[in-house]
Each structure stands twice: as structure tokens, then as C-alpha cells.
């Protein structure tokens, strides 16, 4: 409920920022040698946590109605980042492993995942304050954050070339003045 209002429309816009700039990218449009394919899910949290935008990717075709389900979020309840990352482990397991193996449980939204290589996710994390239900231990928290890659490998992926079909890149934002940055700052590192 702390996200009302200015902050919460700072992260809808930053998200859609994103998803409009890697659409950019695919095919090439503005690196033609590099044509990347980006897939994107949104999970929100407060006393639960939802996932609001299935794991999918960002096509013309897809982007607007990414754009809408952006706009549906609303404020509301507690902070629990555990349930978050709880969250997040279970979106990471239906993701089709990108050998076209088959996941745990199929992706809503009929994502297609490529047929070789490998993921690279790049998880933005927002908030706006302190942790106000569930774990406020940040070493657990911080574990269980970085905890999907070996949910993923568990039951649905093959190491492909030596390594894992996942790699994590992590960004934590936080939003207004009321922020708990040590905590940040752990989840950070």
C-alpha cells in the first residue's frame, strides 16, 4: 500500500521502458549484428505475492497487452519479501529450458523458448520500504533470492556446453526516502 500513487507508477514506467527498449533490440533494429530475444514475467508482491504478467516473450504482438497488465497493478497490504522470492522460484520452474527440453510445469502464455543456448535473466527487484511481515533475516533472504538456479537444474535442465542454461544478473531499486538500505544493499551484493 506504501507504493501508491508517484512510486508505484515509477516502477510500472520503468518496467514498460524496458520492455519497449528490448522489442527494439529484436531483430536487430538498432544493433543490427546483435539481435537479442527477451522474455519477460512480473510478479508483485505485498502479504502474497502474484504473478501478474506470465513468463512471455516480447513480441509486437505481445507488448501491448504487457503494456495493459502493466497498468492492472494496484497498491495494496504489507512488504514480504519472502514471498516474492517464494514466488520467483516457482515462475523459474515452469520456464521451458531453452534446449527445448520441457519444463515442470508448462508457462502460461504460450512462451517459446529458444531452441538452443541458454537464459540470461536479468531480475529487477523494487521496492519502497522495510520488510513488514515475513523473514527480515537478508542472509536468508538473499539466499533464497538467489535460490532458482538450482530449482531450474532440479528437475527440468541439462547443462548445456559446460554450464548451466541460466545466468542471473540482479538490480535492486528502491523507491521514495523510506527504504531500508542495508537491507538493499545485502540483496545487492
Same mark, same amino acid.
Given at each position: &500500500?506504501?507504493?501508491?500513487?508517484? #512510486?508505484?507508477?515509477?516502477?510500472?514506467?520503468?518496467?514498460?521502458?524496458?520492455?519497449?527498449? @528490448?522489442?527494439?533490440?529484436? /531483430? &536487430? #533494429?538498432?544493433?543490427?549484428?546483435?539481435?537479442?530475444?527477451?522474455?519477460?514475467?512480473? !510478479?508483485?508482491?505485498?502479504? /502474497?505475492? %502474484? +504473478?501478474?504478467?506470465?513468463?512471455? %516473450?516480447?513480441?509486437?504482438?505481445?507488448?501491448?497487452?504487457?503494456?495493459?497488465? @502493466?497498468?492492472?497493478?494496484?497498491?495494496?497490504? $504489507?512488504?514480504?519479501?519472502?514471498?516474492?522470492?517464494?514466488?520467483?522460484? %516457482?515462475?523459474?520452474?515452469?520456464? *521451458?529450458?531453452?534446449?527445448?527440453?520441457?519444463?515442470?510445469?508448462?508457462?502460461? =502464455? =504460450?512462451?517459446? *523458448? *529458444?531452441?538452443? &543456448?541458454?537464459?540470461?535473466?536479468?531480475?529487477?527487484?523494487?521496492?519502497?520500504? %522495510?520488510?513488514?511481515?515475513?523473514?527480515?533475516?537478508?542472509?536468508? @533472504?538473499?539466499?533464497?533470492?538467489? /535460490?532458482?538456479?538450482?530449482?531450474?537444474?532440479?528437475?527440468?535442465?541439462?547443462?548445456?556446453? =559446460?554450464?548451466?542454461?541460466?545466468?542471473?544478473? /540482479?538490480? !535492486?531499486?528502491?523507491?521514495?526516502?523510506?527504504?531500508?538500505?542495508? $537491507?538493499?544493499?545485502? +540483496?545487492?551484493?
Amino acid at each position: &500500500g506504501s507504493m501508491q500513487g508517484r #512510486k508505484i507508477q515509477h516502477a510500472i514506467n520503468t518496467i514498460k521502458q524496458l520492455a519497449e527498449i @528490448l522489442l527494439s533490440e529484436r /531483430d &536487430g #533494429k538498432t544493433i543490427a549484428s546483435q539481435p537479442i530475444h527477451s522474455w519477460i514475467y512480473v !510478479i508483485t508482491f505485498n502479504s /502474497d505475492a %502474484e +504473478l501478474v504478467i506470465p513468463f512471455q %516473450e516480447i513480441t509486437a504482438d505481445t507488448l501491448p497487452n504487457i503494456l495493459t497488465q @502493466l497498468d492492472q497493478i494496484r497498491t495494496m497490504g $504489507c512488504t514480504n519479501y519472502e514471498r516474492a522470492f517464494k514466488k520467483q522460484t %516457482e515462475v523459474i520452474r515452469g520456464v *521451458p529450458p531453452p534446449n527445448g527440453g520441457s519444463s515442470i510445469d508448462k508457462p502460461v =502464455g =504460450g512462451a517459446s *523458448p *529458444p531452441t538452443t &543456448g541458454s537464459y540470461h535473466l536479468i531480475r529487477f527487484f523494487g521496492t519502497d520500504g %522495510e520488510i513488514t511481515e515475513g523473514t527480515r533475516n537478508t542472509e536468508i @533472504l538473499y539466499k533464497m533470492m538467489r /535460490d532458482t538456479d538450482d530449482a531450474y537444474l532440479n528437475d527440468t535442465a541439462t547443462v548445456v556446453g =559446460g554450464r548451466t542454461p541460466l545466468t542471473f544478473e /540482479d538490480y !535492486i531499486l528502491g523507491y521514495g526516502t523510506d527504504v531500508d538500505l542495508n $537491507c538493499l544493499k545485502t +540483496l545487492a551484493s
